[in-house]
């Protein structure tokens, strides 16, 4: 059994060693920091299941939807990342992004822009994160330098579940590497490579497997591991950094099942990470910055992957952190200089790296190339006039001939100015400006070829065309060989104008041949006939010159004008169609043109290539990554045996896997990454419907698709709906501006659609509501509807009311004019009341008897107070100035009646003079309160006046009579009725504290 073992080791040794040098010739494109990406240490490339793409790097993080990248970095506040570095992502089933770095864990909401920290420590030290994930349950995990961290939602924290080794024995510490963190499908256990061995964790019973606990399995042993990684088949591999192998094992039975060495290609390799593609392959990155590709299916064929500076198609960096193959089975590499992407699987074209094995051909052109028929082997004619024979099968075993060693033909000439290389019957040809020569498939020294009738054995041929082996056409310049080899008849067709030239000659599918003339027009030998034919073109706007002619397969014609464009021409009509660079074509100085076996147009200008697709009627256009800054050479363009086409490119032959162009791809629907109004940016997201204000209507739509466009040639396509009838393609942009949009619910679709009209993906749909001005809202137009209608009700009611209000005043005014003129009458007689004059003229009597000087006074104060009644009896009012001298006579008057019993007080300011009131209101408040109150010494009547918030006050002590005199009780109550007719604001009577109080508006 050991013997078998070593035996197997030994062959798979003998089989990496064998085949090291047989790889894949990978063709590379880049993103970098020129296409937006934050940084070019790309430590991890993730797919979320919802398409969009993350992207770690030194610098943070990136979301990239296929055309645009939206950089995460760190900035100022609270809100942000805990650290630069973010080493690996991992996404929630609520779409939460979680991130490793150096300093702790982070959780990003793309919907809200925010961040969630988490900063873990290990027996109180700070630990690295560089692995993260989600796992089928959804629950996070994450492993720092030596420990393995659980996420509890509930709690928002992280908590510690296993500590792999005593940190503080720095002898026997136990690391876990990066790259080195996976969830075996279908089960409960995680899986973590150290630099201790293998370790697993069964997160459902608990428990772990290692060295320790597996004693005796070989998978477990104490060996540094790294660069853990899923295979195809649902087995593991990881790195053995103590034996330098790549190590498969069988995780459900916890079994090594092989080893591949590289110790001999990298001595010191010490893993850093590993991928396995759907073809089974593995892409292997060291620590040493060195990168294989090894693939299983060639005997474990070993290619070390280079960067050359030289060469813009080699791998951006030498070392990668993260790999990832896309649903058309793109390969996206992190390296340390942005992410490399290759399609060997589907990719349009492969380069052969002939110059890599011809080491005569680098630094020269290739002139011509050709393919045997029986597709074993190319020729090609490099620009130093060296012939060679490559073996496809064999490289390495190429022949080479160089053309000066020719031999002369009958003229004494040499091969000059070659034009093409021919394959007839069993010869090679080589023609030439100075005549055809031949040689075979061992290269012999080239000699003329003279197989032609003796009477042309002078004719020095520059052209030869083969029709089915039987018949040959050759063409001198000036005239064309017809002849039939079966039955050696010969003609020659001419022109009479000498100076006419032909070349580039065709057969058409109808054995009919065609030629371009130098006079710009095509000749075609037609019912024995020899005819020129003068296209239909426009002249003013053509320039250039015919360089080439190829027929297509239903007997039309493509004419190269180099300078003008391309021509179809229908043979039968004589129709001309020109497509030139309006209508998409690279340029209108090409080199060359090929038509494929489904009958679309290849065209190549240096390192540029346009493909017209008849379906869609328009051009695929796409350049290829080399040699850019070299434009001393043609191209060449032929058909091969497969249907493929070959293309030259400076010293490279590029195959065109033409079929390819039309292939259909995985439909995944582009992405909608981004919805950008003012300086607000908002990230989609699935089924969301954005709100935006009533001013944002100018939004800015970014989108763009991971289906390889290189491989599958599609335009992005995108409507409004609402705005735009039609889908409107993108023309290669990945974003859209709509301005001056209206208010209310829009939805954006954008979907992939290829050029060949053969597919189409399903649209992604991306809705918004800008909202509406309040004023130009429903429910408003409705309220102002309603407010209006009320208004108009309003007024109508109001202008009712004002009339039966008018009707109603007036009707008042004619009963306050009665009324005012019952109060001043009943005033005047109350005034003139017998009661109050007996009383005055009885103290009158006594005053006479006692002082004569006093009655006297008495007697001329009397009068004023009736003549100021009889004064101002039609008056409605007068100034408070008036009635207050008029007041303080009648207040004098009684005072020579109760003397102290009867106390006056007046507090008036002058501003309050000049106001009114109506007359003798002043002397019926104060003889009311004479009237109803008692005035003695002992138990004096206190009358006061003054003013308070815009009223005259007339207050008195209550010291109420039983009994009182001529009161008919409706003396204040005709004063009220007299104020209200007078003012707006009512006259107060109230009583309070055991005082009268009575409030008389001034007017």
Known sequence: ?????????????????????????????????????????????????????????????????????????????????????????????????????????????????????????????????????????????????????????????????????????????????????????????????????????????????????????????????????????????????????????????????????????????????????????????????????????????????????????????????????????????????????????????????????????????????????????????????????????????????????????????????????????????????????????????????????????????????????????????????????????????????????????????????????????????????????????????????????????????????????????????????????????????????ALDKSGKLWCMAYDKVSVFIPEAKEFYNFSIKYKMDDLNYENHLTRLQNGNLLGSISDELIEFSTEKLLAKPTLEAPIISLLSVKNNMYYTAENEVLKLGTDENTVRIAFGSFIDNTAYPYDLEYKLNGTNADWISAKGNSEVVFTNLETGNHEFLVRAKGRNNAWVTTSKALRFIIRTPFYKSTWFIIALLTLAALGIYSYYKHRIRQKEKVLFLESKAQLLEKEKALVMYENLKEHLNPHFLFNSLTSLRSLIRIDQNMAGTFLDKMSKVYRYILKNRDNEVVPLMEELKFVQMYIDLQKTRFENGLQINIDISEDHLVRKIAPVTLQNLVENAIKHNTADEESPLVISLFIDDDYLVVQNNLQKKGFVETSNKQGLTNMGSLYNYLSTKPMIIKEENNLFIVNIPLI
């Open 1 to 593: 059994m050991v013997f078998k073992c070593l035996f197997f080791l030994l062959h798979a040794i003998g089989l990496v060693l064998l085949c090291e040098a047989q790889g894949e010739n990978l063709v590379f494109k880049h993103l970098n920091e020129e296409d937006g990406l934050n940084n070019n240490v790309v430590n991890c490339i993730y797919k979320s299941p919802k398409g969009r793409m993350w992207i770690a790097t030194y610098n943070g993080f990136n979301s990239y939807d296929g055309a645009n990248f939206t950089s995460h970095t760190v900035r100022k506040g609270n809100n942000t990342l805990p650290n630069e570095v973010v080493h690996e992502l991992c996404e929630d089933k609520f779409g939460i992004l979680w991130g490793a770095t150096n300093n702790g864990v982070f959780s990003y909401n793309p919907k809200s822009d925010s961040y969630k920290n988490y900063y873990l420590k290990s027996a109180k030290r700070s630990l690295n994160f560089f692995n993260i994930l989600c796992d089928k349950n959804g629950i996070i995990w994450a492993t720092g330098t030596w420990s393995l961290f659980k996420y509890n939602a509930a709690k928002d924290s992280f908590f510690e579940i296993r500590v792999l080794a005593n940190p503080l024995d720095t002898s026997n510490l136990c690391f876990i590497t990066k790259n080195g963190f996976l969830e075996e499908p279908n089960t409960n256990k995680l899986w973590i490579t150290t630099s201790q061995g293998l370790w697993y964790y069964d997160y459902k019973l608990n428990s772990v497997g290692n060295a320790c606990t597996e004693k005796g399995n070989a998978l477990f042993a104490f060996r540094n591991t790294a660069a853990l990684c899923y295979g195809q088949s649902g087995l593991f591999w990881f790195f053995d950094n103590n034996t330098t192998s790549i190590v498969q094992f069988d995780p459900k039975q916890k079994k090594e099942i092989k080893s591949i060495p590289i110790g001999k290609q990298l001595p010191d390799a010490k893993g850093a990470t590993l991928f396995e593609d759907r073809s089974h392959r593995l892409w292997f990155s060291s620590w040493g910055m060195n990168t294989l590709l090894i693939e299983p299916d060639k005997n474990y064929s070993i290619t070390k992957l280079f960067h050359r500076n030289d060469d813009n198609r080699s791998i951006a960096g030498n070392f990668i952190w993260s790999a990832y193959q896309d649903a058309n089975n793109t390969i996206w590499l992190g390296t340390l200089s942005g992410i490399s992407m290759c399609n060997t699987q589907n990719a349009i074209y492969n380069e052969l790296r002939v110059s890599n094995e011809i080491k005569e051909l680098q630094n020269k052109t290739i002139r011509i190339v050709e393919e045997e028929p029986d597709g074993k082997a190319f020729w090609i004619l490099s620009s130093d006039t060296q012939l060679y024979r490559f073996n496809k099968s064999n490289p390495a075993n190429y022949k080479k001939l160089n053309i000066s060693s020719a031999l002369r033909n009958s003229k004494g000439l040499k091969p000059e100015g070659i034009q093409a290389i021919k394959f007839i019957n069993d010869a090679t040809l080589i023609i030439t400006n100075t005549g055809i020569w031949q040689t075979d498939i061992n290269l012999t020294p080239l000699r003329p070829y003279n197989n032609l009738p003796s009477k042309f054995a002078n004719f020095m041929a520059i052209e030869i065309v083969n029709d089915a082996n039987s018949v040959l056409y050759l063409n001198d310049g000036r005239n064309i060989l017809y002849w039939n080899k079966t039955n050696s008849s010969t003609r020659v067709y001419s022109r009479k104008n000498k100076r006419t030239t032909f070349s580039h000659l065709c057969l058409t599918a109808n054995h009919t041949l065609w030629a371009i003339t130098n006079e710009k027009k095509l000749a075609t030998i037609q019912h024995d006939r020899l005819l020129e034919i003068d296209l239909k073109r426009n002249f003013e706007k053509e320039s250039g010159y015919f360089w080439d002619l190829v027929p297509d397969s239903l007997n039309n014609l493509w004419v190269h004008n180099r300078g003008a464009g391309i021509y179809y021409v229908n043979t039968k009509t004589n129709d001309v169609k020109l497509y030139d660079m309006t209508d998409g074509l690279v340029s209108n100085r090409l080199h060359k043109i």
